[in-house]
């Protein structure tokens, strides 16, 4: 199963986070998972919260984990819960942040 992530915060949020595609060639968000793996690539705009997505339910770990991801001049820490969402955590917003290279086992 893979798909494109859904970047879109609920409805309450969405006005506020600002997360998006890189674009400009850059691999959009998406998951893809194989043999019980969850694969996450693609470039991706910040946004102003840390919640940048919700991945489906066939693509969530069973423990939250915490990952280190390239952000444009530094890492940001990468936290995917449960419930399928996926957090940035940062001192410097804005710029883009990575997914590629993020994985876990879903069974």
Known sequence: MSGALDLVLPVFACV???WSNYG??????????VNGICFLEGLINKGSTTHAATLPSD???????????????????????VNGAVMFYDLNPGG??????????VE
């Open 59 to 81: 693509c969530r770990p069973k423990k939250s984990l915490v990952f280190d991801a390239n952000k444009q001049d530094n890492i940001d820490r990468v936290d995917v819960a």
């Open 24 to 33: 400009k060639g850059y691999a959009p968000a998406k998951y893809r998972v």
């Open 16 to 18: 506020r986070n600002g």
């Open 96 to 105: 883009w942040a990575s997914l590629s290279g993020v994985l876990f086992d």
